[in-house]
């Protein structure tokens, strides 16, 4: 109950075109879901972060979408550029706790 | 600027000579955690801090210890490294208003010779 089941592993888009990625939940208590993107040799860095509240976030090029009854969310990238190339996280922890709960990660290749 | 600072960057040891890794932080979080992340793995909690209060993780090996001297620094202190734990270690920090948010540094990319 405890898992993020997230899809897909890997990902290869070409330039200008838009990135999914998805991510599903079991535990209904969880009600934050923060995504993070993480380049080769770096940590990760939070991109982008919703809250059951709402059904859509957008930062720049960057979306995410969720699904509360589905207990489903996935990060849109619009326009990907191979700068975008790096493994993305989702994440998702419940309140009053200090843990995230990560996805196994998506690597995502924009080729040019 | 940085917020979460890891040292050193890049550790070579022995197998079953002791190392420590430090991190520190300048955003006066209360939350300090480690990680774990092998090769194309998510990162793997070993434990975190709440102010001083520790909380280790069940499968955390007793191999691996912390020690939070203040609320700016955190180390990790591998006892007797093998090598499955050659691995990136990550700190990050949470609290303030955003506190669900974990901010994390750029690691310590250690090998096990």
């Known amino acids: 109950q405890q898992q993020v089941k997230q899809s897909p592993q890997s990902l290869i888009v070409q330039k200008g075109g838009i990135s999914i990625i998805n991510c599903a939940y079991e535990?209904?208590?969880?009600?934050?879901f923060p995504w993070y993107q993480q380049f080769p040799g770096k940590g990760p860095a939070l991109l982008i972060a919703?809250?059951?509240?709402?059904s859509e976030k957008k930062e720049g090029r960057f979306t995410i979408s969720f699904n509360k009854s589905a207990k489903q969310f996935s990060l849109h990238i619009m326009d990907s550029q191979p700068g975008d190339s790096a493994t993305y996280f989702c994440?998702?922890?419940?309140?009053?706790?200090?843990?995230?709960?990560f996805g196994k990660g998506t690597k995502l290749t924009v080729n040019p | 600027d940085a917020m979460v600072i890891q040292n050193p960057r890049y550790q070579v040891t022995q197998f079953g000579k002791p190392v420590t890794l430090s991190c520190s932080q300048t955003?006066?979080?209360?939350?300090m955690y480690w990680y774990q992340q092998k090769s194309s793995q998510a990162p793997k909690l070993l434990f975190h801090?709440?102010?001083?209060?520790?909380?280790n993780e069940a499968d955390t090996p007793d191999n691996f210890q912390s020690r939070r001297p203040n609320t700016s620094f955190c180390f990790l202190d591998i006892r007797s490294p093998g090598l499955g734990d050659a691995a990136m270690y990550l700190c990050?920090?949470?609290?303030?208003?955003?506190?669900?948010?974990?901010?994390f540094g750029p690691g310590t990319r250690l090998t096990v010779l």
């Open positions: 994440a998702a922890s419940k309140g009053g706790s200090e843990k995230l709960v």
């Open positions: 535990n209904t208590a969880f009600d934050y």
């Open positions: 919703i809250r059951p509240d709402v």
């Open positions: 955003l006066n979080h209360n939350v």
């Open positions: 801090y709440y102010d001083k209060d520790f909380n």
């Open positions: 990050a920090t949470a609290g303030g208003p955003s506190a669900d948010t974990q901010y």
